[in-house]
């Protein structure tokens, strides 16, 4: 019986070393194969600026920060989801911090289930408004979920959408006679799920508007109550196919264009770009196409009254490792000026996109291509007319993404997640760089 024992014994412990070999030489070839490059090597790094401090807030689960505002004291409110220790759901979450981020409160708000805010934007009255999902009627699909605010967190009204099925914000914005328009989707609309609802200053929906598309993922007001929102749609004309631009003359670093290629997508998708005016009546779109799965994220007014827009092209919804970064320059038509295209090696995406002082902008996202990490935050600045003045990274051995970028007191501040720091498998992050140079 000992023998049969100790030969078990001895078995058990020969399967044990084989697979510990097995699990170090698959890490091991991993990490060659998605190895980020140096950050040192980006274009124009000498020239960007350094982080100031960052935080990190969470629970043992997942957290995330999804909007960021500049606060008129130096401070800063954060927007997103995290975990509520009593109950152990996801909520919306407001936490307002100091200027050194220095938390001062958080407030979560429930919903009717599992809910996450996707945006967030002061109110004239010093308050907040948050915009996102939260879980539909019987534990299914999502609602749209909106909550405003006081100064300090505190809850005067909401709405929540009460659908059958998928609705959420991903964007919100102040409108015409101090109420609020929210951009995001609804599945139930057979027409689209490109979806726009108004909202008047107490909360009531005074219009709902569906177009064809997927979805909207933000919006700016323009003038006259006039909105701009911006997405994404599976209808691509076959006009603007042939204007596909090739990644080799838009990226004068080196790139390997084999590491990149994700062949062919199963599915495709263009930039949607729609104006409505205060009725919610369209009055024109526009369709931006690269190649691939593309997705706008972000759009901002310029000083001449056109637009720059920015996403991901080059990919595919299934294979984010071909993304690229791209902006599109726009008119006040609607016309492209120009295009600007970013990544390295692996999957780049930009969320979000300001417009400087100088002409140029700033863009944020998320880098597999350079960095420490499974991914970094990505940020690099382009001039007036899409050349790159300075990128970096920024993150640890972990993953960071980087959802919004807004100027700060003397910087910038960029909010999102990290798995690299903190307790949990993702927490909310906040990032103070330094004020960025030309």
């Known amino acids: ?42 274009p124009g790094f000498e020239r960007a600026p350094e982080p ?11 957290d995330g920060a999804y909007a960021v505002l500049a606060l008129d004291d130096g401070g800063f409110a954060v927007a997103g989801d995290c975990i509520d220790l009593s109950s152990e759901q996801r909520q919306m979450c407001l936490m307002r911090l100091g200027k050194h981020g220095d938390l001062i409160f958080t407030k979560q708000y429930a919903g009717s289930g599992f809910s996450s805010a996707r945006s967030l934007q002061t109110t004239n009255d010093g308050g907040f408004v948050l915009a996102g999902s939260t879980r539909g009627p ?11 605010t006081d100064h300090e967190g505190d809850v005067e ?20 006679g101090g109420g609020f328009v929210s951009a995001g989707g609804n599945a139930l609309d057979l027409t689209g799920s490109y979806n726009l609802v108004k909202m008047n200053k107490p909360g009531t929906v005074v219009w709902t508007r569906n177009f064809p598309g997927e979805q909207a993922n933000a919006i700016i007001e323009i003038s006259n109550g006039r909105l701009i929102a911006v997405g994404y749609t ?26 990149k290629d994700t062949g062919l997508c199963r599915e495709e998708s263009a930039w949607l770009m729609t104006e409505v005016d205060w009725k919610g009546v369209e009055r024109h779109k526009w369709t931006y196409w690269h190649s691939g799965y593309d997705v706008a994220h972000a759009v901002t007014l310029t000083e001449d009254g056109g637009y720059v827009l920015a996403g991901s092209v080059h990919g595919c919804r299934n294979r984010p490792e071909g993304y ?48 420490q990490g499974g991914a970094d935050v990505l940020l690099y600045k382009l001039d007036g007319r899409g050349v790159v003045l300075w990128s970096t990274t920024v993150g640890g051995p972990g993953d960071e993404i980087g959802y919004d970028v807004q100027f700060a ?19 909310m992050y906040l990032v103070k760089l330094e004020a960025p140079g030309p």
């Open 157 to 176: 009204w909401y709405r929540i959408s009460q659908d059958r099925g998928a609705d959420f914000s991903q964007d919100v914005v102040h409108a015409r």
């Open 52 to 62: 100031i401090w960052s935080r990190h807030f969470g629970s043992a689960e997942d």
């Open 1 to 42: 019986m000992d023998s049969i024992l100790e030969r078990t014994e001895d078995t058990l412990k020969k399967i044990t070393l084989y697979l510990v070999l097995i699990a170090a030489a698959m890490s091991l070839w991993t990490g060659t194969l998605f190895a980020q490059a140096p950050r040192n090597t980006m």
């Open 138 to 148: 019987g534990g299914t699909g999502t609602d749209l979920y909106v909550v405003k």
């Open 234 to 259: 599976k209808e691509i004309p076959d006009e603007i196919r042939p204007i596909n631009v090739l990644r080799e003359q838009q990226m004068p670093w080196e790139v390997d264009p084999a590491k």
């Open 409 to 427: 007191l003397e910087g910038l501040c960029v909010s999102g997640t990290t798995t690299s720091y903190g307790s949990g498998d993702t927490d």
């Open 324 to 371: 690229d970064c791209w902006v599109v320059r726009a008119d006040s038509t609607g016309d492209t000026l120009w295009t600007a295209q970013f990544g390295g090696a692996y999957e780049d995406q930009a969320y979000s996109i300001l417009a400087d002082a100088d002409g140029g902008f700033i863009v944020s996202g998320i880098t597999r291509s350079w960095g």
